[in-house]
């Protein structure tokens, strides 16, 4: 792995003044925090720096704001939650730069801790305007990024602000490119990828990059079924991009060349009708699909096969449900699948990586989350990764 600055790195900061970059992006609903996953991550990092006597400045964008301030978006609306999360007080500065900000941190005592306005209030951030950056940098003496989740924007408070200061990964980011390392950069191999979800399209960087990178790629959801499509099979009504067959194609045989076996399901669950426990229900072989029925699961019998297939592995990354899985029974076979990794895991036997919105509602709704080795919640940037893509704010922390 490429190296990055720690924490460990620091030194004695004492005095001196930490500008943080935190994800505070987080879900609302009518003016109060609903998951404050996102500063639980960060709050490690948040505390060590100001147990070792940083004034703290967190750095975080809110929405979409484009631009221009606007109150409905004031990062402000998340001082509640952090605080509860770091049971401790955190000052609000409505600004992020200039002389507000700087008459502020005179006031800070060592350890205290400081919110700053949503950075995409000013045109700077996105367009990471190196004078914005600057402007920033001139209140702080290092820079800690501790947003994974927003790695893969090179806006000024997440790629600028890196060249302009010494800069650090944080504990949560650390943690997430040390996990992501384990499972694509350098992992024990046999490797296994799941991708699933609805579309092909969503995902062909993904699977492009993946056919030359591991030993497995198992196919689920709807995606496979355009690539069922491609083998001939007639998949009925089911979700399936006819226009992207020979994509698929395509892809199969860059899996061939690589010598990366392509796992599609050969017994899948089916229905007329997209409900809860439709009558028309039934489990059948994907050559017998009828033209009235949807693929809406993978089959029993492939769910086993795959199992099988985990069991010859040493690492498994993961994105997309194997199945419509917000809609009982078409649960079952990302759920099967989802427990077989997490008992592997459990074992010893299995370093488990999975990630994208969807994917950890689902291993949520499997109640395995706890069980993976590690489950990223960065959505778009944990994508661009799976792409291997190099994402601009990790490509800044190196050394
Ligand atoms: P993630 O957010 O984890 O990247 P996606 O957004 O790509 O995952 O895909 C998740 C969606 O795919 C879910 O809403 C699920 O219902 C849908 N899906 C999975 N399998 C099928 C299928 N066979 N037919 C239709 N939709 C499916
Ligand atoms: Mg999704």
Request: glycine share 10%; charged share 20%.
């Amino acid at each position: 792995m490429s190296q990055f600055k720690t924490l460990d790195d620091l030194g004695d900061i004492r005095g001196k003044v930490a500008l943080v970059r935190v994800d505070l992006n987080l879900p609302m609903n009518g003016g109060a925090v609903t998951d404050a996953t996102r500063v639980r991550a960060s709050a490690p990092t948040i505390l060590e720096l100001a147990d070792a006597g940083a004034k703290v400045l967190l750095l975080a964008h809110f929405g979409r704001p484009k631009g221009q301030r606007n109150s409905t978006m004031s990062v402000s609306m998340t001082l509640d939650a952090v605080e509860d999360v770091l049971g401790r007080e955190v000052m609000f500065i409505p600004e992020v730069a200039g002389p507000v900000v700087g008459q502020a941190v005179g006031i800070l005592r060592d350890g205290d801790i400081a919110m700053l306005e949503n950075t995409r209030f000013w045109p700077g951030e996105e367009a990471n305007d190196p004078e914005f950056a600057k402007a920033i940098a001139a209140s702080g003496d290092l820079y800690v990024n501790d947003a994974f989740s927003a790695a893969h924007r090179a806006h000024a408070s997440t790629e600028g602000l890196a060249h302009l200061l010494p800069a650090y990964a944080g504990r949560a980011m650390e943690q997430e490119l040390k996990a992501l390392d384990a499972a694509l950069g350098n992992p024990e191999k046999p490797v296994a990828a799941v991708v699933g979800g609805a579309k092909v399209s969503s995902k062909l960087a993904v699977l492009e990059y993946l056919v030359g990178k591991v030993d497995h790629l198992i196919i689920g959801g709807g995606m496979a079924n355009t690539f069922l499509a491609a083998r001939g099979v007639n998949v009925g009504k089911s979700l399936c991009e006819h226009d992207l067959t020979q994509t698929a194609s395509r892809i199969m045989d860059a899996a061939d060349h690589a010598g990366c076996t392509v796992h599609l399901p050969y017994d899948v669950v089916v229905s007329k009708e997209f409900a809860v426990n439709p009558p028309s229900l039934r489990v059948c072989n994907v050559h017998e699909v009828a033209p009235d029925e949807m693929i809406l699961d993978v089959g029993p019998l492939a769910v086993e096969a795959l199992a099988d297939v985990l069991k010859t592995c040493r690492t498994l990354v993961w994105n997309g449900p194997m199945g419509a899985f917000e809609t009982e029974p078409f649960d079952a076979a990302t759920v099967a699948l989802a427990r077989i990794a997490a008992a592997l895991t459990s074992e010893g036997s299995l370093v488990s990586v999975a990630g994208g919105g969807d994917t950890v509602a689902a291993l949520n709704h499997a109640g395995v989350a706890d069980d993976f080795s590690y489950i990223s919640t960065a959505g778009g940037a944990f994508l661009e990764w799976m792409e291997g893509k190099e994402l601009p704010g990790v490509a800044a922390l190196r050394t």
